[in-house]
């Protein structure tokens, strides 16, 4: 059974602060992982993908990825109240098993 | 804003009625799915279709029936649902299978 694991929270940050979620997979083999974004009523939303083990920052946005430890973070720095929402980690095994694999997402709130 | 659109937003069906959802993109995406998702819980893939043709069916039962008449076009065929089957519906698309998939607004069904 291929998992992705995430801490559900609810996860609070003062604003300002950096937020910082994380996820683990069980498949050593997976090439591709997804940070996806979450309004409470709304459809998913695409904010990070990466391939390679590193960091990829865009904006107020790092993603973090260690295949060793089969492992990738999202940092938010300088947290807004408008990213209170459910993060969910997507992987893609790859290798001809193209299924998205998503957790179960971390509900972040940032306290004004 | 989203560039795979969904009709309708919101359907309300009783069990024993025939509805119909409806999804397109005009990114020249190959690739096009649906999900549906619980609340609090990450998307479940129901189907994928890969150049028009399905290439995932993840035991779905039959009341859900898609059909993709072009590469920009994505139906799902609903009849005699059951209450339970009342959840977000959410089409996504990717330029193909494996690649980053992007999620339209999605429908709310709710079966009475």
């Known amino acids: 059974q291929k998992e992705v694991e995430q801490n559900s929270g609810p996860l609070s940050v003062p604003e300002g602060a950096i937020a910082s979620l994380n996820c683990t997979y069980s498949d050593r083999g997976s090439q591709s992982f997804f940070w996806y974004r979450q309004y409470s009523g709304k459809s998913p939303e695409l904010i990070m993908s990466?391939?390679?083990?590193g960091d990829k920052e865009d904006g107020r946005f790092t993603a973090q990825l260690n295949k060793a430890s089969q492992y990738v973070s999202l940092l938010i720095r300088d947290s807004q109240p408008s990213d209170s929402a459910t993060y969910l980690c997507a992987v893609n095994p790859g290798g001809g098993n193209e299924k998205l694999t998503f957790g179960t997402g971390t509900r972040l709130t940032i306290i004004p | 804003d989203t560039e795979v659109t969904q009709t309708p937003k919101h359907l309300v069906m009783g069990m024993t009625n025939k509805k119909s959802l409806k999804c397109e993109q005009h990114m020249g995406h190959r690739a096009m799915y649906w999900y549906k998702q619980k609340a609090k819980k990450p998307p479940e893939l129901m189907f994928v279709y890969s150049y028009e043709k399905l290439s995932i069916n993840e035991s779905v039962p039959s009341r859900f029936s898609p059909e993709c008449p072009n590469s920009s076009l994505l139906n799902l065929h609903l009849h005699a649902l059951q209450p339970e089957d009342s959840a977000l519906y959410l089409c996504?698309?990717?330029?193909?299978?494996?690649?980053?998939?992007?999620f339209g607004e999605g429908s709310w069904l709710t079966v009475v």
């Open positions: 990466i391939y390679s083990n």
């Open positions: 996504a698309s990717s330029q193909m299978e494996g690649n980053t998939i992007y």
